[in-house]
């Protein structure tokens, strides 16, 4: 008898299992973490299935289940640095698909930077190793916005690194962010080092 009960248990569950994996949520058994978003656009709880059978991680979503726009934002300059001097060119631009209102870029710095000076307009201090601009809107079409920063670090070391990346771009899908961090060995050439 107890044989029995432990059997009937367990087609109980599996049986429950069936059922919420049928009623959940989505085609052919796709677990999805919690908060995620199906092709018609409703967030799935925890656990919710979706197709093929796979576990999807947070913010692979496919193309027809994307909550904001979908952006390209690039960094792409030079600097150079010399005898305390650190001089940084950002050309920033969005490739699409979307066009933005504002985007901001982080610059992280490996050193310390000189205080008292002021920055480019659209540009605040995030440390005394960071400055944050804001690249204003990005259209689709090509343009670029130019930021030019004239930095002087605190000391006159050798070397520094620095880390150029998107802080903020307005809760766009940005599926290529490898053109928008970069990290950046400068030494005190005077040369330009492109990123």
Do not use: I, K
Request: charged share 15%; hydrophobic share 40%.
């Amino acid at each position: 008898m107890m044989a029995m009960r432990g059997s009937l248990l367990v087609v109980a569950v599996a049986t429950a299992v069936v059922a919420t994996v049928g009623a959940g949520g989505g085609a052919a058994g796709h677990v999805r973490p919690a908060g995620s978003v199906g092709s018609a656009g409703h967030v799935r709880p925890a656990g919710s299935v979706g197709s093929a059978g796979h576990v999807r991680p947070a913010g692979d979503l496919g193309p027809a289940e994307q909550v904001g726009p979908e952006a390209d934002v690039a960094h792409h300059g030079h600097l150079s640095y010399w005898d305390g001097r650190l001089d940084v060119v950002l050309l920033s631009e969005n490739r699409g698909p979307s066009a933005l209102d504002d985007t901001t870029v982080r610059l992280t710095f490996s050193v310390p930077l000189a205080a008292g000076h002021d920055l480019s307009d659209g540009c605040v201090w995030g440390g005394e190793r960071e400055v944050l601009c804001s690249t204003g809107p990005l259209r689709v079409d090509g343009t670029r916005h130019e930021t030019a920063l004239a930095l002087r670090t605190a000391g006159a070391p050798q070397e520094l690194t620095a880390r150029v990346a998107t802080a903020w771009n307005g809760g766009a899908t940005d599926r290529n962010p490898a053109d928008n961090d970069h990290r950046v060995l400068v030494l005190a050439t005077g040369d330009p080092y492109v990123f």
